[in-house]
């Protein structure tokens, strides 16, 4: 299956079904998260070009279509590079403004367990028709499958693999980037790339860990995630 970049006939379409999936992932997520991807969808909306995948705008700038500081700024960014939405193409030197695109599989494999909330019509936009020709150039693919974990034997291998079957994306999106630091007293502590991964993870998806690592293991009683 694939996802073509919105450009061309039909973009504008393709734009909001993107801006869709994304509002709709973000309803799911506690008011932090909400807010994040909200500022996310304005600077999009407001600066982003479809046609060049660039972004180049200012942190003042971006401070004033947010209402906050600078610094506020900076962090922002910083967790959206983190989940992986934003990637930076090239920095900020010599008064220039840095310049960053965005990574449309990760947004997509992020989002990709909301799209139902929305219907079949909806999912069938977002995967797209089975390739049966060359693509053009103007084409991402979506990523099918996550990258399954090491068949290590570990209990954490174990349960990814059984996380990843019950949901790729969300797998790919939140678990695979998770690594086990150590396990005591039937406590798994688990270690994740940055802060946000760690909290967010912490905040929306502890339960199913859990539950995950105890179907592998009865005796753990808890799993906990900082960051690395």
Not at 19 to 38: E, I, P, W
Not at 172 to 197: I, K, N, S
């Amino acid at each position: 299956m694939q996802i073509v970049r919105p450009v061309g006939r039909q973009a504008a379409s393709r734009k909001y079904d993107l801006l869709t999936a994304l509002g709709v992932h973000a309803c799911r997520g506690d008011k932090h998260f909400q807010r994040l991807v909200l500022r996310f969808i304005t600077l999009i909306v407001a600066r982003y070009n479809w046609q060049t995948d660039e972004l180049t705008v200012g942190q003042r700038e971006i401070g004033a279509m947010w209402s906050v500081d600078e610094r506020t700024v900076k962090r922002e960014l910083a967790k959206l590079r983190a989940l992986g939405w934003l990637v930076q193409k090239r920095a900020a030197v010599r008064g220039r403004v840095a310049v960053h695109g965005l990574d449309l599989p990760a947004i997509l494999s992020a989002t990709a367990s909301a799209w139902e909330a929305v219907g079949p019509d909806f999912v069938e936009r977002m995967r797209g028709p089975e390739a049966t020709a060359p693509q053009p150039t103007n084409v991402v693919s979506f990523p099918q499958a996550a990258v399954p974990p090491p068949d290590d034997g570990t209990l954490w291998s174990r349960a990814q693999a059984r996380l990843m079957a019950e949901d790729p994306a969300l797998y790919a999106a939140w678990f695979r980037q998770l690594g086990q630091v150590g396990t005591e007293g039937g406590v798994l502590d688990l270690a994740a790339p940055t802060r946000f991964h760690a909290t967010f993870v912490s905040t929306h998806h502890l339960p199913r860990l859990l539950a995950a690592l105890k179907r592998e293991d009865g005796t753990v009683r808890a799993v906990t995630v900082s960051a690395d």
